[in-house]
């Protein structure tokens, strides 16, 4: 019998990438022949737990439970999945395995005070590092001396694929808002866009992934929280993308390259270990800058094309199965025990920046 493992989550949250993901690698490890019992943060009813799960994140396997209380000791391994599940998982006893699934640096998430202090501290309780991508892996480093395991931004090759090519979809770009996330540096995007549409009044503006409808001072299309076929149409639709992270990178400017849509994100070093130095455009982290980036894409159409074109084929060879793999490899070597010294990823991103002057 496959060893039982017991995942630490954070409650539900409509349209979460992040809690989507600890769902679906819970799912692999389930797939693979492992009892996975999953533990969700708060207080809920059983019932609607469940059917809040499935309406979210799709049908599990695993076995869902109510709150953190739970007897470390039945499980082989233990999962932490955000800070403060890194403190429960911590306290359990030493002969339990103890993994972290790191897929942001969460100190930065929060001002510089005791809840940044506490989400770094997490990083050296004594659990596995996990990680999603090549730079967490380097911070954990450079930060706490940890060795971390990673694996690669996939994706799932059945719901981002190019239907068009460049030249036959709209001069029009999309731009993914999510105001409630500060990482998304969300004012600085739209001033951006306000910024390019007084520049190239003919522009279609798309904004999705957020419900709210924000007063915005030009105008746009709010097409609010998509499906992801709806998205891949999205994509198939437009010239350029905007996707800005102020962190670890999003999945989704991978997933628009794998449309053949070029993407501009933002020039930091959190964005230098994972995007190839085509397909994606890096811009000083400014309203000019940005808005430069976007004018220079739909602007030359050499440049977009040899982007657009570039993307799909870059990712290839990136489908969704390498990431689990990659993945459970991480877990396995947890499992047995495996210390061997793990070599760091390199930085990918070659190009200088945009610059706003």
Not at 5 to 30: M, T
Not at 221 to 226: E, F, W
Not at 332 to 352: H, T
């Amino acid at each position: 019998m496959k060893p039982s493992i017991a995942w630490l989550v954070p409650a539900p949250i409509k349209g979460s990438g992040g809690i989507r993901e600890i769902y679906n690698k819970a799912q692999y490890l389930c797939d693979q022949g492992h009892e996975c019992h999953v533990f969700v943060e708060g207080s809920h009813d059983a019932y609607e737990l469940s059917d809040k799960v499935e309406a979210f994140y799709g049908w599990r396997d695993c076995v869902l439970h109510t709150g953190w209380d739970y007897r470390p000791e039945q499980f082989d391994l233990l999962f932490a999945t955000i800070w403060n599940s890194a403190r429960e998982v911590a306290k359990a006893p030493a002969s339990v395995k103890k993994a972290y699934l790191v897929q942001d640096y969460e100190a930065w998430f929060h001002p510089m005070s005791e809840g940044y202090f506490l989400s770094e501290e997490s990083y050296g309780l004594g659990l596995h590092p996990i990680c999603l991508g090549h730079w967490l892996p380097n911070v954990l480093h450079d930060k706490c001396r940890l060795p971390a395991r990673y694996f690669d931004f996939c994706y799932e090759r059945p719901l981002y694929f190019q239907t068009a090519k460049w030249e036959e979809r709209e001069f029009a770009l999309c731009y993914i808002h999510q105001p409630d996330k500060p990482r998304r540096c969300s004012e600085i995007g739209l001033d951006a866009l306000e910024v390019l549409k007084h520049e190239l009044p003919g522009v279609t503006i798309y904004l999705y992934g957020s419900p709210e409808q924000a007063k915005i001072n030009f105008p746009h299309i709010n097409l609010g929280v998509l499906h992801p076929r709806e998205i891949n149409g999205l994509y198939n639709r437009c010239r350029a993308g905007l996707c800005i992270s102020s962190s670890n990178p999003s999945r989704i400017p991978f997933e628009m390259m794998a449309a053949g849509l070029p993407v501009v994100d933002i020039y930091r070093e959190n964005n230098l270990y994972d995007f190839p130095d085509e397909g994606v455009l890096l811009a000083d982290p400014n309203p000019i800058a940005i808005s430069r980036a976007l004018k220079s894409l739909l602007q030359e159409p050499a440049r977009l094309r040899r982007m657009s074109e570039f993307g799909p084929g870059w990712m290839q060879p990136r489908p969704m199965e390498k990431e689990y793999e990659q993945f459970y490899a991480g877990v396995q070597a947890v499992l047995n025990g495996d210390n061997a010294p793990l070599e760091l990823p390199e930085r990918s991103y070659r190009r200088g920046a945009v610059k706003a002057y």
